[in-house]
């Protein structure tokens, strides 16, 4: 079977700091990673390749030192990698990223047989929506299966797949068709450690890279900051408090009185309260 | 590249004239989240948002109610009416009595392309978001997820205000040349309406023409979550949570107790769900729950910003931290500079005895 996932790199975001003055990005320095959630993302197609066989292409749009995270994905154990890059993509929101993305697969399609299954993580660190895979599922007609936690029976002959995902309130389980997309849930499975082999393969493979026009993209006005319906008008920093909490003084005062007075303050804070407590405690 | 990317970016050729074929849009929508008898609470918050921009536009606010039994639908629609809906639309089919993705998206686009909506808004929950990227997508429409301020500009257009990189900033989206306008929010994140039941508002059915044979997937089983309490943290009147400053697993205890006793529930800081000390659906934050509880007591937690906007919205926030420099008592109420291991037990028994003597008395 074949397999896309697609991974982005993003600003390793823990490290990102807000200039305190400018209210800017302070980029500099800040390492990127693979998406994180995309990694569980990645770790799921290599294992259903490893129990269906078949190979498992990994997909990126980014600028070109994108092709870091392609590598990487390489060394766990992917076998192909393709980088989209262009700079009319500069400034795509979720819609413009999803018509790139999906293009690049139909391409992908085309190169090298059409994929069964396309993965996705569950969100990015950094856009942060979840839309971009059920954006994806929209323009190519897969069946969207979105925070999948378990992959189960699929039948290749019968072009079927069934799986787990997790809902409100509990698990779903759902029986669907391929070619379908899955969007992966955080926690389902570690990356594995690449092997060797691997990682010597991917220090030498190439990485396919294509501009706008190699992935069959005519209608630039769908991609970039033109085919994006949102925009940001305004970045800001989030308010303060005007006020810091009011430290009780610890000096000269027991633990015991310390704990009197903290429960003193929080029932003059919440009136009422006190009374909601002695009715809760009056059932046990 | 995509996303926040072009933060900052002014675009050329915006109007400032709504374009003549927006005019066709108008009012304000509210996807009525409903599954397994009951209707998530995001969607009547999202109709209290929903009612003050209506409000702003001059315009009505709606509620959409898709499901698979008419008379449960004319429920969500009285629910709708009571938190503040002027109109509801009604879509009663067989093919939507669980959610699947397929049908619903069908329904929703069916219902925005008939009545056309000037906004349309849903919960940021794992049904919502399945929903609504797709719906987006088929629309060729904006969407802003997880927002946690809404407004209406001057020009008539959705400001929806929503945290970026890792919630350090804060950026503001609009939807230009395309309706409707789009947003997701989490729940808890908006306050919710009053109920008034005297309240009632307009039907309106539509049929979708749509049958089970039409639609490839097929929802097997529903295994519901064996610990009923999971889904309530976002609820809880009282949360006590703690952070890397409980130092151990076995420390993260002392939390639970407190918890107990005050009758709340407890969480942490995300840093001990990768510890594994408790589970993901604990987590409080930008990436986990957010709260807003009437009390919320944070133990060894620093107070990070990813940490803030998950619990900014309690009511009182009690702070418990060695280090009187640690963010959290920036914003939080109250505080104390003391050790969470040594101070949460005496908390707790100081509680326990003020309740159980009472209860006596009483
Ligand atoms: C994209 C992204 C998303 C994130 N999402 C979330 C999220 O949803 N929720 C979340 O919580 N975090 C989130 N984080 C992580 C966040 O940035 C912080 O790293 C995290 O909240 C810190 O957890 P903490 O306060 O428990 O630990 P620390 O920051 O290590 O703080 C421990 C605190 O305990 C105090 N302390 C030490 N010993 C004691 C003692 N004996 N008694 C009392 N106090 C003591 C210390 O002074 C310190 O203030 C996210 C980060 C990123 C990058
Ligand atoms: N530029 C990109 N290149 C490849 N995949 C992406 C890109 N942006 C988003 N994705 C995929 O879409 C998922 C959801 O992203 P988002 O909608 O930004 O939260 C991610 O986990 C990735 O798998």
């Known amino acids: ?284 | 590249m995509s996303g926040t990317a072009h933060a900052g970016g002014s675009r050329a050729g915006m109007r400032k004239e709504l374009p003549e074929h927006f005019k066709a849009y108008r009012h304000v929508w509210v996807f009525m989240e409903y599954e397994h008898g009951a209707i998530h609470p995001v969607s009547l918050e999202l109709l209290g948002e929903g009612r003050k921009l209506a409000d702003r536009l001059g315009g009505e606010l709606a509620g959409v109610a898709l499901g698979g039994d008419h008379g449960q639908m004319i429920e969500v629609a009285n629910a709708a009416f009571a938190h503040g809906a002027d109109v509801t639309y009604i879509t009663a089919e067989p093919v939507l009595a669980h959610y699947r993705n397929e049908p619903y998206t069908r329904a929703m686009t069916e219902l925005v392309n008939t009545y056309k909506p000037e906004i349309l808004l849903l919960g940021a929950t794992v049904l919502g978001r399945d929903l609504a990227g797709s719906v987006a997508t088929t629309l060729l429409t904006g969407l802003t997820a997880d927002c946690t301020e809404l407004a209406i500009d001057a020009e008539r257009s959705l400001a929806a205000t929503r945290p970026t990189f890792g919630g350090s900033l804060l950026c503001t989206i609009h939807t230009l040349n395309v309706r409707p306008q789009m947003a997701t929010v989490r729940p808890r994140v908006m306050s919710m309406p009053k109920a008034d039941p005297q309240r009632t508002g307009r039907i309106v059915e539509h049929r979708l023409d749509l049958r089970e044979e039409d639609i490839v997937t097929k929802v097997l089983r529903f295994l519901p979550d064996r610990d009923s309490n999971k889904a309530q943290l976002a609820y809880a009147d009282i949360v006590v949570a703690g952070g890397l400053g409980l130092r151990s697993a076995e420390n993260f205890q002392l939390v639970r107790n407190l918890a107990e006793v005050l009758g709340g529930e407890w969480g942490g800081s995300r840093p001990l769900v990768q510890k594994g000390w408790i589970t993901a659906d604990r987590q409080i934050g930008q990436t986990g729950r957010t709260i807003r509880p009437r009390l919320y007591i944070a133990a060894g937690i620093s107070g990070a910003i990813q940490h803030r906007v998950g619990v900014e919205g309690a009511d009182l926030i009690v702070a418990i931290n060695t280090d009187p420099t640690a963010p959290i008592f920036d914003f939080a109420h109250l505080g104390i500079v003391a050790d969470a291991t040594e101070f949460l037990p005496i908390l707790t028994d100081t509680f326990r005895k003020r309740l159980s003597v009472n209860r006596l008395a009483g």
Request: aromatic fraction near 4%; hydrophobic fraction near 45%.
């Open chain 1, 1 to 284: 079977m074949h397999i896309v996932v697609c991974i982005k790199q993003v600003p390793d975001s823990a490290q990102i700091r807000v200039h305190p003055v400018h209210n800017t990005i302070m980029r500099q320095g800040v390492p990127t990673i693979i998406n994180p959630y995309d990694l569980f993302a990645l770790e799921e197609a290599l294992r259903l390749r490893d129990r269906l066989g078949g190979a498992v292409t990994v997909l990126t749009m980014g600028p070109p030192m994108a092709e870091d995270s392609l590598r990487k994905a390489l060394t766990f154990g992917a076998d192909r990698a393709v980088l989209l890059t262009d700079r009319f993509f500069a400034g795509s929101d979720t819609l413009a990223t999803s018509y790139a993305l999906s293009m690049a697969i139909q391409k992908i399609g085309e190169s090298w047989g059409t994929p069964d299954v396309v993965f996705t993580g569950k969100q990015t660190i950094d856009g942060d929506t979840a839309q971009v895979g059920p954006g994806i599922a929209r323009r190519l007609g897969l069946n969207q299966l979105t925070y999948v936690s378990a992959i189960g029976a699929v039948d290749l002959a019968a072009r079927t797949i069934e799986v787990s995902r997790r809902a409100e309130g509990g698990v779903q389980e759902l029986a669907t068709r391929l070619p379908a997309l899955i969007t992966v849930l955080e926690g389902t499975s570690e990356i594995r450690r690449g092997r060797l082999a691997d990682a010597l393969r991917a220090a030498r493979a190439e990485v396919t890279v294509w501009n706008a026009a190699q992935a069959g993209i005519t209608e630039m006005t769908k991609c970039g900051l033109r085919g994006s319906p949102t925009v940001v008008k305004n970045v800001f920093a989030p308010k303060g408090r005007a006020t810091k909490a009011s430290l009780l003084d610890t000096r000269e005062k027991t633990p015991g009185e310390l704990a009197e007075a903290m429960m003193a303050r929080i029932f003059d804070a919440l009136p009422g309260i006190e009374g909601d407590l002695l009715a809760h405690a009056a059932q046990y």
